[in-house]
């Protein structure tokens, strides 16, 4: 199942910034994402997934790029 168009969606809603980072972009060193917004970006993805991020996974380095968070959420389901 491909996420990437639903997560990219999320980022843009999360960040308020009209972009389409590439499956590869850092999230966090483009700017586009800051440790702020990484709780606003993981709510997103649970009420979207219909999954629990347990606090525990909450790291960055997880969920710096679409392709790491969609590989994230293949793990979850």
Known sequence: MDRQPKIIEL???????????????SLFDS??????????LVAALEKSFGIRIPDSDLNP??????????????TRS
């Open 31 to 40: 700017g586009i994402l800051d440790s702020f917004a990484l709780a606003d």
């Open 61 to 74: 380095r997880k969920f710096d790029t679409v392709e790491r968070i969609a590989e994230y959420l293949d």
């Open 11 to 25: 980022i843009r809603i999360v960040s308020k910034k009209d972009v389409r980072p590439a499956s590869d972009e």
